[in-house]
Nanobody, 121 residues
Framework: QVQLVESGGGLVQPGGSLTLSCVASGSIFSINAMGWYRQAPGKERELVARITSGGSTNYADFVKGRFTISRDRVKNAVSLEMNSLKPEDTAVYYC???????????????WGQGTQVTVSS
């Protein structure tokens, strides 16, 4: 099995900052891309940022210039530094990892349990 555990969510005022962290553990041969998604009440889950095993990143337009994704390949961890937070960033944030569990095995998608981020004064 593969487990993703997120941390770092909470309540922050508009304009503030938070850093989310996620660590993958379990039966892991390799991890391809890791990323962060979010889901606000009544809305679909959407991509926030993604980073490949080679370090290439892509961001949703609504976070460009404000959020930074980074990865520690040794620790199987990914972080999301969020600055200049806005009320519309309020959502549950989910960590995602594309994991291969054995040599030449399939790559499957795994999700964390989610962490709440609330931006409010």
């Amino acid at each position: 099995q593969v487990q993703l555990v997120e941390s770092g969510g909470g309540l922050v005022q508009p304009g503030g900052s938070l850093t989310l962290s996620c660590v993958a553990s379990g039966s892991i041969f390799s991890i391809n891309a890791m990323g962060w998604y979010r889901q606000a009440p009544g809305k679909e889950r959407e991509l926030v940022a993604r980073i490949t095993s080679g370090g290439s990143t892509n961001y949703a337009d609504f976070v460009k210039g404000r959020f930074t994704i980074s990865r520690d390949r040794v620790k199987n961890a990914v972080s999301l530094e969020m600055n200049s937070l806005k009320p519309e960033d309020t959502a549950v944030y989910y960590c995602n990892a594309q994991v291969t569990r054995r040599l030449y095995g399939p790559t499957n998608s795994y999700w964390g349990q989610g962490t709440q981020v609330t931006v409010s004064s």
